[in-house]
T-cell receptor
Framework: QKEVEQDPGPLSVPEGAIVSLNCTYS??????FMWYRQYSRKGPELLMY????GNKEDGRFTAQVDKSSKYISLFIRDSQPSDSATYLC????????????FGEGTQLTVNP | DGGITQSPKYLFRKEGQNVTLSCEQN?????MYWYRQDPGQGLRLIYY???????QKGDIAEGYSVSREKKESFPLTVTSAQKNPTAFYLC???????????FGQGTRLTVV
């Protein structure tokens, strides 16, 4: 079983929709949670970074962490065609040092 | 500009040859990483380094080698022992334990 599970999609939505992306994990030691956006043939770009449980909002993006359920989410409001990319979750904990464990990534397409 | 520079962007290698991928960062980050990305498999950790002159194997280190002689540089050598070297290679760095990692734009290696 993988430490981090993420539905690879693909996910296709119309422009303006609210998008929900999710990851589950099994390692209770994870405390730092990240979301990355990766355009085709480019390196991943850090979108959101949260520590422990709770919500964090940045513009149209909201990240949620529920440590009791070992579940994290990324919401994208008013989605745009430019949001079309692969979204990867990543996490780490003090016991794992500085290394990150990534989900497989979800491929999102926002249709105009 | 601050960031992570990977070179070259595209690299072709003949079977049986070693090749070295360059990664340089000017972010003053302590930790650096090498990941390999294949379609449908997400990011897999090859090697990582938390300080100069020290590095650890990741999940798929066989057939690869690294060095960390300077804080700014973390080159990756893909040796002839690596059985399936054709892939997209990503270098990343992070400032501290648990901090989000920042990625370069990747090197696409093709063995011909």
């Amino acid at each position: 079983q993988k430490e981090v599970e993420q539905d690879p999609g693909p996910l296709s939505v119309p422009e303006g929709a609210i998008v929900s992306l999710n990851c589950t994990y099994s390692n209770s030691a994870f405390q730092y949670f990240m979301w990355y956006r990766q355009y085709s043939r480019k390196g991943p770009e850090l979108l959101m970074y949260t520590y422990s449980s709770g919500n964090k909002e940045d513009g149209r993006f909201t990240a949620q962490v529920d440590k009791s359920s070992k579940y994290i989410s990324l919401f994208i409001r008013d989605s745009q065609p430019s949001d079309s990319a692969t979204y990867l979750c990543a996490m780490s904990g003090e016991t794992s040092g500085s290394r990150l464990t990534f989900g497989e990534g979800t491929q999102l397409t926002v249709n105009p | 500009d601050g960031g992570i520079t990977q070179s070259p962007k595209y690299l072709f290698r003949k079977e049986g040859q070693n090749v070295t991928l360059s990664c340089e960062q000017n972010l003053n980050h302590d930790a650096m990483y090498w990941y390999r990305q294949d379609p449908g498999q997400g990011l897999r950790l090859i090697y990582y380094s938390q300080i100069v002159n020290d590095f650890q194997k990741g999940d798929i280190a066989e057939g690869y080698s690294v060095s960390r002689e300077k804080k700014e540089s973390f080159p990756l050598t893909v040796t002839s022992a690596q059985k399936n070297p054709t892939a997209f290679y990503l270098c990343a760095s992070s400032p501290e334990l648990g901090g989000g990692a920042f990625f370069g734009q990747g090197t696409r290696l093709t063995v011909v």
